[in-house]
């Protein structure tokens, strides 16, 4: 006679059963509960996403969506951009000359022994610095080259001038070349701290070639002569509000003005509008996922049966829709399908601004957190309900589902305790059932065979 059971299957199979109730509760509850931790991470990378193009398109002081163009009538004399600051205007410019880096050099300076001394590179703005040479030898053979008087320079300088040692038909030159552009950045040298030959070689005009003058660019508004005359020392021009020119080419006296046209750019502006139709759709279609309810082979979304997300996605629509400053999204080529999607209509835009130039603005308006105003503004407070890091839904929820999760572990812990008590306790019963069950058949056997001895 055999034993008819296994006390570990039969121990594993009823602490199984007596768990298997709470166990099934606990894992339903664990996956909802990593479902929405999941849910609530996307939702807040998706809201965070849209927040940051609002930032990058409100229009905050001093900026507009209304996007300009820049164009000079002579491109190889200036060239401009324009950003939302520019007016539309004609302006004629007259470039009389560029500014120019002083640049000099300094012809067949001697090897000079090592030792102390200084020099200091004054430019002509006030600022300037000291070269101290007692440490300049840096090979240690007791002279000092034009290469390491150039390194000296360099380590010193700090930006307002650099060296270098240039060699040209066998001659070697020192170069210096300032930091500084325009008149301010014209290099002297004061050597009253030098002594001997290298003194003297600096000190002989003779021997320095101004390869490059320093010089302010100098531009008119206007004709030469008869305009506003600007004088700055850089190539690049502000004074336009909104308007950046970088000078290329000096004009010759009797020369026509250039001019320089600014003129709203539609194509960019559309451009402008576009972003925030990609970036609401975006938003819009990751809504709509985590809102789905499912049907057949479709699952549901996360957040299929949560009123609160199915709020701020209507909320965020009904304020497409909405009117601000007297205008909409609608009038300025803005529709909106069946299934919450923009498309924009350029062609439109360019009318509506036409008609409107501010339309855009008023519309969109700013989600800066000063003067919030528009749809931008209005977008911008239906998502910091969600988005604040203080007292935020996500946020808040978050803190639910982290609390809810601790719970179901040590749930979980506690049931993992009961499942091995459960499983412990059956094993030893089953175990001394089947000592007993084979010491009977023992019994039984020793029966038989003693029945078979007496027959």
Same mark, same amino acid.
């Given at each position: 006679m055999t034993t008819s059971f296994d006390p570990t299957t039969m121990a594993t199979n009823l602490a199984t059963a007596y768990t298997q109730s709470a166990q099934s509760l606990i894992t339903a509850q =664990?996956?909802? #509960? @990593? $479902? *929405? %931790? +999941?849910? !609530?991470?996307?939702? /807040?990378?998706?809201?965070?996403?849209?927040?940051?193009?609002?930032?990058?398109?409100?229009?905050?002081?001093?900026?507009?969506?209304?996007?300009?163009?820049?164009?000079?009538s002579d491109s190889s004399v200036l060239t401009a951009t324009a =950003?939302?600051? #520019? @007016? $539309? *205007? %004609? +302006?004629? !410019?007259?470039?009389? /000359?560029?500014?120019?880096?002083?640049?000099?050099?300094?012809?067949?300076?001697?090897a000079v022994p090592a030792g102390p001394g200084s020099m200091s590179v004054q430019l002509a703005?006030?600022?300037?610095?000291?070269?101290?040479?007692?440490?300049?030898?840096?090979?240690?053979?007791?002279?000092?080259?034009?290469?390491?008087?150039?390194?000296?320079?360099?380590?010193?300088?700090?930006?307002?001038?650099?060296a270098m040692v240039v060699t040209v038909g066998g001659a070697t030159q020192l170069l210096l070349t300032s930091g500084v552009s325009g008149a301010g950045g014209k290099i002297t040298l004061d050597t009253s701290g030098l002594s001997g030959?290298?003194?003297?070689?600096?000190?002989?005009?003779?021997k320095q070639k101004q390869l490059v003058a320093a010089q302010d660019a100098v531009v008119w508004l206007g004709a030469q002569g008869a305009g506003v005359r600007l004088q700055q020392s850089t190539n690049t021009l502000t004074a336009i509000d909104?308007?950046?020119?970088t000078l290329k080419k000096a004009q010759a006296t009797g020369d026509a003005p250039t001019t320089l046209t600014v003129s709203r750019d539609d194509s960019a502006t559309a451009g402008k509008l576009q972003t925030f139709v990609d970036a609401y759709n975006s938003l819009s279609k990751a809504l709509s996922d985590l809102t789905a309810v499912g049907s057949g082979t479709t699952a549901s979304g996360t957040f299929a049966s949560d009123a609160g997300v199915r709020a701020l996605r209507?909320?965020?629509?009904?304020?497409?829709?909405?009117?601000?400053?007297?205008?909409?999204?609608?009038?300025?080529?803005?529709?909106?399908?069946?299934?919450?999607?923009?498309?924009?209509?350029?062609?439109?835009?360019?009318?509506?601004?036409?008609?409107?130039?501010?339309?855009l603005d008023d519309v969109l308006g700013s989600a800066a957190l000063s003067a919030p105003s528009g749809l931008l503004g209005a977008f911008d407070k239906a998502l910091d309900v969600w988005t604040d890091t203080g007292t935020g839904q996500i946020k808040s929820r978050q803190a639910t589902v982290t609390a809810q999760q601790k719970s179901l572990s040590d749930r979980q812990t506690r049931l993992d305790s009961q499942y091995t008590q459960a499983y412990n306790r059956y094993l030893q019963q089953f175990t001394a059932l089947q000592n007993l069950q084979s010491q009977l058949a023992d019994t039984g056997s020793l029966f038989d065979s003693i029945s078979a001895s007496a027959s």
């Open positions: =664990t996956k909802a #509960a @990593q $479902a *929405t %931790s +999941t849910g !609530l991470t996307k939702l /807040q990378s998706v809201l965070s996403t849209f927040n940051t193009a609002l930032s990058g398109l409100s229009s905050t002081t001093g900026k507009t969506l209304t996007q300009y163009s820049a164009t000079a =950003t939302g600051k #520019a @007016q $539309a *205007t %004609s +302006t004629p !410019l007259f470039v009389e /000359q560029l500014a120019t880096t002083h640049q000099v050099a300094f012809q067949d300076l001697p703005n006030g600022s300037g610095f000291n070269v101290d040479l007692a440490s300049a030898d840096s090979d240690g053979d007791g002279t000092l080259s034009q290469s390491e008087i150039a390194r000296a320079i360099n380590t010193a300088a700090n930006g307002q001038a650099t030959p290298l003194k003297t070689a600096l000190d002989d005009t003779t909104g308007v950046t020119v209507d909320r965020l629509s009904g304020l497409l829709r909405a009117d601000y400053g007297g205008s909409n999204l609608r009038t300025l080529g803005v529709s909106i399908d069946r299934y919450g999607q923009l498309s924009l209509d350029s062609a439109k835009l360019t009318k509506a601004l036409t008609a409107q130039p501010t339309a």
